[in-house]
């Protein structure tokens, strides 16, 4: 997948969720929960959702527990093993994630990698996303190599990638607590313009999540047909 769609979706991504109602928002990795399902076609155990997002089988529960209770997952008990829960995506779960593909798909800015895609492709695109956990302050610093430019502002940043100033702001602060960022002034006397750049270490870091953003994979066919693959960017 090639930086500019990933960066393109998880933006669009990002503004939908601020639109939703607090009490109907998903992360973006419960939207991917509910994309792997739908494209699994069938039920999965909670071990098995961990393992395609990397993360422990306690972070797992605690993520599908908010999807079961609004209601677009159903779960039940394992025959062989009751330890292991099996989660299915339920109707009012495709609906949700209908909408919300179809929201990210308007959500695209025009002239952006993916704005001419369909909501069936943004499905398959979310579910590859989900294999990559990436935090805002990820997300600051893929957004700082992608612009090519020595530095941004934040209030740039904030429009790359869809997020509350606030959120933007904090991510920042801990990136410069890191020494992955540094924050100066536009010029020399600018009371409130800061601009943002990368450090060296920061540059190391954010390569590093271009490399892991390079190698995800996105499946062309779904439910039963063959496990053919492509890049995103073909």
Same mark, same amino acid.
């Given at each position: 997948?090639?930086?500019? &769609?990933?960066?393109?979706?998880? $933006?669009?991504?990002?503004?939908?969720?601020?639109?939703?109602?607090?009490?109907?928002?998903?992360?973006? +990795?419960?939207?991917?929960?509910?994309?792997?399902?739908?494209?699994?076609? &069938?039920?999965? *155990?909670?071990? &098995?959702?961990?393992?395609?997002?990397?993360? =422990?089988?306690?972070?797992?529960?605690?993520?599908?527990?908010? =999807?079961?209770?609004? #209601?677009?997952?159903?779960?039940?008990? %394992?025959?062989?093993?009751? *330890?292991?829960? /099996? $989660?299915?995506?339920?109707?009012? #779960?495709?609906?949700?994630?209908?909408?919300?593909?179809?929201?990210?798909?308007?959500?695209?800015?025009?002239?952006?990698?993916?704005? *001419?895609?369909?909501?069936?492709?943004? /499905?398959?695109?979310?579910?590859?996303?989900?294999?990559?956990? $990436?935090?805002?302050?990820?997300?600051?610093?893929?957004? =700082?190599?992608?612009?090519? +430019?020595?530095?941004?502002?934040?209030?740039?940043?904030?429009?790359?990638?869809?997020?509350?100033?606030?959120?933007?702001?904090?991510?920042?602060?801990?990136?410069? +607590?890191?020494?992955?960022?540094?924050?100066?002034?536009?010029?020399?006397?600018?009371?409130?313009? =800061?601009?943002? %750049?990368?450090?060296?270490?920061?540059?190391?870091?954010?390569? &590093?999540?271009?490399?892991?953003?390079?190698?995800?994979?996105?499946?062309?066919?779904?439910? #039963?047909?063959?496990?053919?693959?492509?890049?995103?960017?073909?």
């Amino acid at each position: 997948m090639d930086l500019k &769609e990933y960066m393109s979706v998880r $933006c669009a991504c990002n503004v939908v969720r601020q639109k939703t109602p607090a009490k109907e928002r998903l992360t973006f +990795d419960e939207f991917a929960i509910l994309c792997h399902l739908y494209e699994a076609g &069938e039920e999965l *155990r909670t071990s &098995e959702i961990a393992d395609y997002q990397g993360v =422990l089988r306690p972070t797992m529960t605690h993520r599908t527990n908010h =999807l079961a209770r609004l #209601g677009l997952i159903t779960r039940h008990e %394992g025959e062989s093993d009751r *330890r292991n829960v /099996c $989660c299915k995506i339920s109707e009012k #779960g495709i609906e949700v994630k209908d909408q919300l593909c179809a929201e990210v798909c308007n959500n695209i800015q025009n002239g952006a990698p993916l704005h *001419r895609s369909s909501p069936e492709r943004i /499905c398959k695109f979310v579910d590859a996303m989900g294999t990559m956990f $990436c935090m805002s302050g990820d997300l600051v610093l893929l957004a =700082l190599q992608l612009s090519g +430019d020595d530095s941004m502002s934040v209030s740039q940043i904030v429009r790359t990638l869809g997020l509350l100033q606030p959120t933007v702001s904090m991510s920042v602060s801990s990136l410069v +607590d890191r020494g992955l960022v540094s924050r100066n002034r536009a010029t020399p006397d600018a009371t409130r313009t =800061l601009q943002v %750049g990368l450090t060296p270490e920061g540059k190391a870091r954010a390569l &590093e999540l271009t490399a892991e953003v390079n190698k995800i994979v996105v499946r062309r066919n779904r439910r #039963g047909r063959n496990e053919e693959e492509e890049t995103a960017s073909e």
